[in-house]
Every structure is written in C-alpha cells, then in structure tokens.
C-alpha cells in the first residue's frame, strides 16, 4: 500500500483561501527589509502567499493584508511588479 503524498497548503492574503502552495505565488520580505517576489519559494524571510489572480491582489493591496502578513510597509513598485507577475503566464516565471 502506497502512501499517499502530503500536498503543502498556504492561505491567500487576499481571498483568504487554502490553496496548494504551488499554485501561488509568494511574496517576501528579508532580514534588511527588502519585499520582493520569490519565485522558488525557498528564499529566507517572512513570507506571504498571493493567489495568481489580479483580484487577489488588488483586494490584497485595498484592505492592507500584505501589509499586515509582512509587517512591513509596502511600496507601490512592489504591487507593480505583483501585478506584471500576474498577467505573464506562469510557464514563463
């Protein structure tokens, strides 16, 4: 009998859903306070998952979740590249 492989589950700041945490994509912030992208999800930090949806993430940015997730002030460049992340199609990330 096989046993069957446990699939990692991470909420949605933004919708607030359990999704499997490849489906994604993971925001960020290092130990000198830099929020980026991790496009591995491997990098250190705190981090916060966003569903690959521009709702999501505009919801994200209106009600401060990502914010609060990173306990971090986040600049407008940030959502921007979030937003153009979004719209490329995940094969090319």
């Not at 981090?47 to 940015?61: D, I, K, N």
Request: proline share 5%; aromatic share 4%.
């Amino acid at each position: 009998m096989a046993a069957t492989k446990k699939i990692p589950m991470r909420m949605c700041v933004g919708c607030r859903e359990m999704r499997p945490k490849k489906e994604l994509i993971r925001v960020v912030r290092n130990s000198e306070g830099v929020v980026s992208i991790d496009a591995k999800g491997k990098a250190p930090g705190r981090g916060a998952y966003l569903c690959p949806e521009e709702a999501c993430m505009e919801r994200a940015f209106k009600t401060k979740a990502l914010e609060r997730a990173l306990e971090h002030k986040i600049e407008q460049a940030v959502f921007d590249k979030l937003r153009e992340s979004i719209t490329l199609p995940q094969a090319e990330q």
